[in-house]
């Protein structure tokens, strides 16, 4: 999962994206609404949290012009702001989720993975195909019954394309789910985590399509 975080308190943000990041989640942080605005156009991210209180602006009016704008991605807003009608006001302006400050990590993480399987329209927590099945909260995954040893960026790569349902994802695409964008990325680096899964999962489980990019091989139901 991808987190674009966009929240102008310092000591909040590192706290979050440090949370997050020991949980398996890459986050990007943000501080402004012109900044969020920039980044959502040069990455793509699974789940935007969303401040409301910006220095340049007010986070409902930045939210608003996303959702008129057609962005879709799933939005949390996080802020102090508590009354009724703040909730109403933020659920009008097209958030998914409000969580007030403080909160809890663990229920942030929680309510994030919550959005995204949301969007993704599965109901129960564990993805299956065929005989895989990986659960996206705890970074566990089971091939055969089998307990499945992922890095991070292995278990963020297999997520992207699982949650692709065998759509066709660039190069691109594959690395801005499995990176921030602070993070050095080496040239090749991609090609070494498609070759982890395949050796873990079995060559299937990534298709190369030549010159587009990468999709979800066809499930497995047996052992090869
Ligand atoms: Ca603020």
Sequence with gaps: MHVLLCEDDEMIASG?????????VTVD??????????ILRTASFDVLVLDLGLPDGDGLSLLRELRQQ????PV?????????????????????DYLLKPFDLRELCARLHCLVRRVSGRCVNLIEHGSLNVDPTSREAWLHGSSVDLSRREQ????????????ILGA???KDSIYGFNDEVESNALNVH???????????IVETVRGLGYR????QSRRP
């Design 29 to 38: 942080a943000v501080a402004s609404a012109r900044e969020t605005r920039t």
């Design 16 to 24: 979050i994206t440090a949370g997050l990041a020991a949980q398996g």
């Design 216 to 219: 979800l091989g066809p499930a």
């Design 156 to 167: 963020a790569l297999l997520l992207a394309l699982l949650q692709a349902k065998g759509r």
């Design 76 to 96: 949390l807003i996080l802020t102090a702001r508590d009354t009724v009608s703040d909730r109403v006001a933020g659920l009008q302006a097209g958030a998914d």
């Design 70 to 73: 057609g962005w879709t991605l």
């Design 172 to 174: 691109e695409q594959l």
């Design 194 to 204: 498609i070759h982890h899964l395949r050796r873990k999962l079995g060559s299937g």
